[in-house]
């Protein structure tokens, strides 16, 4: 009995700890932005939100969302930021995929782990074809200790 309850305590500290982190999109645009998050356990999507230039959205660590990032408020062809965090793992996963499109293609698109240390991809202007973005089988995910993950479209 005491023992389970400390283990749904330590389950409870360990949820906490997880939904602490979050997923952020830095709209660094000149031009507002529009977002829906789709959870990858098949929960509901988001309504559109909109993110002016120099605002972030902000998501608290779910089981893992595709955040669609677009230039439209129709949502079309977007930016997919794609994250999973595993807690058994202790591991975030993560990519930037363009396989839906990419609005922000002629701009320079940053997904930066919180901790230095992990993967920063770093997607220059014009570089849409190349394999800084996940696109079909050609899948560019990293893994990183659980950290908030920044992605900046139209970074410096
Ligand atoms: C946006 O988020 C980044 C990363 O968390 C933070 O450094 C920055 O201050 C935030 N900016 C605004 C306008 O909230
Ligand atoms: C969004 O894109 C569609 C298709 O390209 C276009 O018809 C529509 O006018 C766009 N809407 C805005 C708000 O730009
Ligand atoms: C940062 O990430 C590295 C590599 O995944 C990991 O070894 C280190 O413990 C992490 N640091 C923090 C503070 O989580
Ligand atoms: C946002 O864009 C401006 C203008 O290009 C640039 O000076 C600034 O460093 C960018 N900020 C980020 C976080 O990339």
Redesign the pocket.
């Known amino acids: 009995m005491y023992s389970a309850k400390t283990a749904l305590l330590g389950l409870a500290a360990w949820v906490v700890g997880t939904s602490a982190q979050s997923a952020v999109v ?1 709209n ?1 645009c000149t031009f507002d932005i529009f977002i829906i998050s789709s959870p990858t356990n098949g929960g509901a999507s988001t309504a559109v939100e909109t993110i002016a230039s120099g605002a972030n959205y902000t998501e608290a660590y779910t089981t893992g969302s595709a955040i669609k990032v677009a230039a439209n408020n129709t949502v079309e062809s977007p930016l997919t930021v794609e994250y999973t965090p595993n807690g058994q793992a202790g591991l975030v996963y993560y990519d930037l995929s363009n396989n839906a499109g990419n609005p922000f293609a002629d701009f320079n698109n ?1 997904l930066a782990p919180s901790n230095s240390s992990c993967f920063t991809f770093n997607c220059a202007a014009g570089s849409a074809g190349s394999a800084c973005y996940s696109n079909g089988g050609n899948i560019q995910v990293k893994a990183c200790t659980i950290t908030d993950l920044t992605t ?1 479209v ?3």
């Open positions: 830095l660094n940053v900046t139209c970074a410096a």
